[in-house]
């Protein structure tokens, strides 16, 4: 029996897909896993762990896993239990529809604050431009003028497409957003050798219908990998503190400091610096709508 390192691709319930070298097994875990730098909350593989397994022939098992640089993880609906979607990513693709699905500013919210919580850099991604962008059109450039990347594309037509591939190049990179959004289309468009499955927009709810059953890491064959991840109707915020939820939204993180209590709550106090700012259009009132659902999400 030899040591090999390798890196997670999949998970299949109590079974991972291992990419070691040039060789993919899959194989079980040691019930005692050996965590670096401490066993986390979640203890459960994720893809994108970077794992070590005893291997003999074509059989291994996972003995250790590596200290992870980041994961992105969310409350799962109904339980709130921890959810991770991935590890150690370099940045995270959050794929919207120009119109259909309707795009949801308050989804895109907590992406984005959980993706600021995790230190993972967020990129938005309006997908199917060439069916008309008013929907967008009115609340992009705020995003823009926050200091979002906003990247324009048309999965189905190409266009734009060149500015996402130089993005993926030699970085590891999550992509995710709701269903029928259009993440498996873009992927097909970007590397058509992955062959992914996708779907239509249900015509009865008009809502997307889930392709991606599992989250899966994928190489490009220009170098970095990407993980396809399932589409999500909802993303809990997890154990974000007031402070953490002020600090991932930037325009409020600028003016709180005005206030004339530190430990403003932002909703009623005197001499709040954050309602005056949202009075005054200086923060846009629904980013402010969505950090107050994040911050007090009962």
Not at 45 to 55: F, H, W, Y
């Amino acid at each position: 029996m030899k040591s090999a390192d390798g890196t997670v691709i999949a998970v299949h319930g109590p079974l991972v897909r291992v990419q070691i070298g040039d060789r993919t097994l899959v194989m079980a875990a040691r019930r005692r896993l050996e965590w670096e730098g401490g066993r986390p909350r979640s203890p459960q593989l994720v893809v994108g762990d970077r794992v070590s397994a005893e291997i003999r022939g074509d059989e291994g098992v996972v003995v250790a896993v590596r200290q992870r640089v980041n994961a992105l993880c969310r409350a799962a609906a109904h339980s709130g239990r921890p959810q991770l979607l991935a590890a150690n990513v370099d940045q995270a693709l959050l794929v919207f529809a120009a119109r259909r699905p309707e795009p949801k500013r308050g989804l895109l919210d907590r992406f984005l604050v959980a993706c600021h919580m995790a230190g993972i850099h967020a990129v938005i991604v309006i997908n199917k431009v060439d069916l008309g962008s008013d929907e967008v059109d009115g609340w992009i450039e705020l995003y823009q003028g926050l200091g979002y990347e906003v990247l324009r594309v048309s999965a189905r037509t190409g266009w734009g497409l060149g500015r996402v591939r130089r993005r993926l190049v030699d970085r590891t990179t999550l992509f995710c957003g709701p269903s029928g959004a259009g993440k498996s289309s873009l992927l097909n468009a970007v590397y058509p050798g992955f062959r992914l499955k996708v779907d239509s927009i249900s015509e009865a709810t008009g809502k997307g219908r889930h392709t991606t059953t599992r989250a899966e890491l994928m190489p490009l064959p220009y170098g970095g990998f990407v993980v396809d991840t399932p589409g999500l109707k909802e993303f809990g915020v997890l154990d974000a503190t007031p402070q953490d939820v002020v600090a991932a939204f930037p325009e409020i993180a600028a003016v709180a400091s005005g206030c004339r209590f530190s430990d403003c709550s932002h909703t009623h106090e005197p001499d709040c610096a954050v309602r005056q700012a949202v009075g005054e259009g200086v923060v846009d009132g629904e980013r402010y709508e969505s950090f107050l659902r994040i911050r007090d999400p009962e």
